[in-house]
């Protein structure tokens, strides 16, 4: 159920983290990869950790915000390959900025980025995958499309909110059609920019850590399986499915504490002539 092999997958932010993870997960299951990164070079590196796999990898320096260039990048894949199974729509940039400080058009660069961008993926992938009767598009979006963030990212989470409810109406629309939807939502993964954050405010690694009862951040290779599972014939019947990557984060009460965190367990014996509630 798993095999991919003769397949063909666009990925976008294949560069580095969650793009590169899913385009080796992919790979390795026998996926013809189709990369796509402003960073040509870093989506070529992800390219030849490939090559062991006898996969084809075709690199684009697509601007994934511009509706044009998607529109060319397509029509490469169509001559590459000529079909497209399975979307991989990851690549995005958000922008920091309290609410009372960010400029309109910082708010519309980021709904370029991720949700005009993150559609106009999907339109192209999901026309052709139509016209085969098949495939399969994986959203990446963020804990912050159903819970509120703070620290400056109102920007992020209302687009990171669109991209939620464009997943499940895709899916509405076209699932009957053979082409299916989903979202995975990550809570934080280490990556470049998350690490540049966390050089420059010691402390914020532990503030997170204090809502992940796993007791770690996210690693770029957790959505491996997931990538898998939702491009293979496992997953033929979930769609429109908004999957946490979280490391239990939204299943936590705002007030609880992760057991690894718990200083002290007391344990009792509720009696019926003392009980203790």
């Not at 192209?124 to 963020?142: T, Y």
């Amino acid at each position: 159920m798993f095999d991919l092999k003769d397949r063909v997958a666009v990925v976008s932010g294949a560069a580095q983290g969650l793009g590169q993870a899913t385009a080796i997960a992919l790979a390795q299951a026998g996926c013809h990869l189709v990369l796509v990164d402003r960073n040509l070079a870093g989506a070529q590196r992800t390219a030849a950790q490939t090559i062991n796999f006898g996969v084809r990898a075709i690199c684009r320096d697509t601007n994934v915000s511009d509706p044009v260039a998607i529109g060319e990048l397509f029509e490469h894949v169509d001559r590459d390959f000529g079909r497209v199974d399975f979307l991989g729509n990851i690549a995005g940039d958000g922008i920091l900025a309290k609410p009372e400080e960010l400029k309109i058009q910082e708010l519309q660069q980021v709904l370029n980025n991720l949700v005009i961008g993150r559609f106009c993926m999907c339109q192209e992938a999901g026309k052709r995958m139509l016209a085969q009767g098949r495939g399969s598009i994986m959203n990446i979006g963020s804990l912050a499309s159903t819970t509120a963030l703070g620290r400056g990212h109102i920007a992020y989470s209302m687009a990171m909110g669109a991209v939620i409810q464009m997943t499940r109406e895709l899916s509405t629309e076209w699932s009957h059609r053979g082409v299916r939807v989903n979202a995975v939502l990550p809570a934080q993964v280490v990556n470049p920019s998350l690490e540049a954050r966390m050089a420059d405010d010691p402390a914020l690694e532990g503030r997170f850590l204090k809502g992940i009862p796993i007791g770690r951040l996210g690693q770029p290779r957790d959505i491996m399986g997931l990538a898998l599972l939702l491009a293979s014939d496992a997953s033929e019947w979930i769609t429109g499915a908004i999957i946490p990557m979280d490391g239990g984060n939204l299943a936590m009460n705002a007030g609880g504490t992760p057991g690894h965190q718990t200083a002290a367990v007391q344990s009792f014996r509720a009696e019926p002539s003392n009980p203790r509630v």
